[in-house]
């Protein structure tokens, strides 16, 4: 591949544009400035440095973000800013798209790719990826609540009753939840069928992918092949 080509692929713009950014002598190749936009490079080991800052080739991009509150997972967003406004430019060009969405108001694990097959395999009902969540709700949750959510309740505009893989009360107020789709507002209308309301929403986990710990909010990281790798087992899920 030249490397032109290869910073385009990347997001650092139009094929013209880094054209000039190598002549211009910003870009290095494994550890060697690089002058020559059309020199042939390794896409499979390839280190390149921009503008000082290093940056791996990657084919696609699979990347996980500590969602803050009071930002929209939408490339337009309305009334807060968008996540992207969270990733470096490159990945925002290249096209990075959110894996399902979630809530301004809801914080935790959200899981970003420009590999859209990826992407369908992640949300898709059929595959059931379990998506975790820890949901803080206005009144005190009960047994009966957990029982009704596991049984499904009826949510508007669905055809039959929706149900929880697993609901397990965490304290007085809190419920930890898991769904094996991502229906609109769909934690949020399944407690309101209760008689509750949620209060905070955050999403620990999708598949066995948890959270990092150490990943702070507003925050990101790469998903590595062993990343993905627990991200692609099979489910169905089985109950605890
Ligand atoms: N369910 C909701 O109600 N909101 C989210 O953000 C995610 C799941």
């Known amino acids: 591949m030249m490397l032109a080509r290869a910073l385009q692929a990347q997001g650092f713009g139009s094929r013209k544009a880094c054209r000039m950014r190598v ?29 000082g800052e290093p ?19 939408s490339r337009q967003p309305s009334h807060h800013p968008g996540v992207f406004a969270l990733l470096p430019a490159p990945l925002v060009q290249r096209g990075v798209q959110c894996v399902g969405r979630l809530d301004q ?3 935790g694990l959200l899981l970003l790719s420009d ?27 009960t047994p009966a609540m957990c029982d ?22 965490i304290d007085e107020r809190t419920v930890k939840l898991t769904l094996a789709e991502g229906k609109y507002h769909q934690v949020k209308r399944m407690i309101a069928a209760t008689g509750n309301s949620v209060v905070a929403l955050h999403r620990e986990s999708i598949g066995v992918y948890a959270l990092p710990a150490d990943l702070e909010p507003g925050t990101w990281r790469w998903l590595e092949a062993d990343d993905l790798e627990r991200l692609e087992r099979t489910w169905p899920f089985v109950k605890s």
């Open 23 to 51: 002549r211009t002598g910003t870009v290095a190749v494994n550890g060697v400035v690089c002058t020559d936009p059309d020199a042939e490079v390794d896409p499979d080991s390839l280190e390149l440095s921009v503008d």
């Open 55 to 73: 940056w791996r080739f990657r084919a696609r991009a699979y990347l996980a973000l500590h969602k803050p509150a009071g930002y929209e997972c």
């Open 105 to 107: 108001d809801t914080t």
């Open 115 to 141: 590999d859209g097959q990826f992407i369908h395999r992640m949300i898709s009902p059929k595959r059931g990826v379990p998506k975790v969540y820890r949901a803080r709700c206005a009144e005190a949750v």
């Open 148 to 169: 009704v959510l596991v049984a499904g309740v009826p949510l508007r505009d669905e055809p039959a009753p929706v149900a929880a893989l697993a609901c397990e009360a």
